[in-house]
């Protein structure tokens, strides 16, 4: 009944994705990751002038209001090559190799100044392959989503603080997951359509 009803919620949400919804993620300052030196993203810059130029709080849109918090104390940069950002699939075959894709959107989500990934393929009615030789044969990167519509590559994280883009937060993936699944580095729930309130 579960898989049933995320199902319906995703092709109901298909054609009904027009704004941003209010994002429910403001918890504080304090859980803001402030640490590391020269992290190329830092989470904690609302406008992204010091994490490489890429990250501005107008391209991000409402996902410049997420906060991050550090929970487990795991803090390996999770988006210097997965998830990095990106404007074209030539930058994510620097990073990844043959197959690196250059995404904007998940589904209905918008994916904030890109994500790199690849594509793979997800067996009839699952959600995950974990360390699927497809994404990188040596392991430790799952193939997530929801055939057809969306089939990518991620690694998994467990802290917001492996997250170092502005914009994402070590997450279930939005409408597909079910309590215990696992977590990666994606976008807020008020990317639904668009990050931008139009």
Do not use: H
């Not at 020269?38 to 107008?58: Q, V």
């Not at 990167?141 to 991620?154: M, R, S």
């Not at 279930?172 to 994606?186: H, Q, S, V, W």
């Amino acid at each position: 009944m579960k898989r049933a009803g995320w199902i319906a919620s995703l092709c109901l949400a298909l054609p009904l994705a027009a704004g941003c919804p209010a994002d429910d993620s403001e918890e504080g300052d304090e859980g803001s990751n402030t640490s590391g030196p020269s992290s190329e993203s830092d989470p904690s810059s609302a406008d992204g002038s010091e994490s490489g130029g890429d990250d501005s709080s107008a391209a991000l849109g409402c996902a410049a209001e997420v906060e991050n918090d550090t929970t487990d104390g795991a803090s390996d940069d999770l988006q210097l090559t997965w998830g990095a950002p990106c404007t074209d699939d030539a930058e994510c075959i620097d990073l990844l190799g043959e197959g690196g894709v250059c995404l904007f959107e998940a589904v209905i989500y918008e994916l904030p100044l890109g994500y790199c990934s690849k594509s793979c393929e997800l067996p009839s009615g699952e959600k995950y392959v974990f360390d699927d030789p497809a994404c990188d044969p040596n392991g430790g990167i799952d193939c997530i989503g929801l055939a057809p519509l969306f089939q990518v590559c991620a690694p998994q994280c467990t802290d917001d603080a492996q997250c170092s883009r502005d914009g994402y937060s070590c997450r279930n993936f939005p409408m597909i997951a079910e309590e215990g699944d696992p977590t990666y580095c994606l976008m807020p729930d008020c990317c639904e359509g668009s990050c931008a309130e139009e």
